[in-house]
């Protein structure tokens, strides 16, 4: 199984990707995870773009990524309320075409860090509506980490609890995996 990470925070430093990170490591043994690195550099979504002979490297690139992974971890900070127009930007370019969108029926988890105590909350309720509409197949349950700036030590969430957490919906998020691959 091998996951493909979507991480909001295109900063250095960024503790949403700590979180990304804590969060592979929870994953299964045998499991890998790749960051797609590449959010920056995605044009916004046009359909001017969105045909053969106009479509960017790079919106080519993310969507042979989606479809390679078995499973997406939208990872995602909250800018004024929602999940930042990089990563809505991303779940755009892989929710077309219409019908044959790689993002359709993909298992995916959702998970947010936030400054605030509120850690998160309405963009990770985003990440998982915008993620449903574009088809995935996404978990209801997603973890927050508040006051996110205090919560790492050396990689891991110093709240043992948020960790236990992070832990059940990442595996909650293989066992989705498992679940599609037995029903194909
Ligand atoms: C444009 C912008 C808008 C923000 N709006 C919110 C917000 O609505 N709610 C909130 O809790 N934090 C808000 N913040 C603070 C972010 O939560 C904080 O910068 C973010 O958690 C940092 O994530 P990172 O460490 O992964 O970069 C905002 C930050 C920026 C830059």
Not at 170 to 179: D, F, I, P
């Amino acid at each position: 199984m091998n996951v493909l990470v979507l991480v909001g925070s295109l900063r250095a430093g960024s503790t949403n990707r700590q979180l990304a990170d804590a969060a592979v490591a929870h994953l299964p043994e045998g499991t890998s995870a790749t960051v797609f690195e590449q959010l920056a550099d995605l044009p916004h979504y046009s359909e001017e773009l969105d045909h053969d002979d106009a479509l960017p490297q790079v919106a080519r690139d993310l969507r042979e990524a989606v479809a390679d992974h078995d499973a997406l971890l939208l990872v995602t900070p909250e800018y004024n309320g929602s999940m930042p127009s990089a990563l809505k930007n991303a779940v755009d370019w892989a929710s077309r075409p219409r019908g044959a969108a790689v993002v359709a029926t993909k298992p995916a988890a959702v998970l947010g860090a936030s400054g605030s105590p509120r850690a998160a909350q309405w963009a990770r309720e985003d990440g998982v509506k915008v993620l449903t509409v574009a088809g995935a197949d996404v978990l209801d349950d997603t973890v927050g980490v508040g006051s996110a700036f205090q919560a790492f030590e050396e990689g891991r969430l110093s709240d043992a609890d948020l960790d236990l957490a992070l832990r059940d919906l990442v595996r909650a998020l293989a066992e989705k995996v498992e679940q599609a691959r037995t029903a194909a």
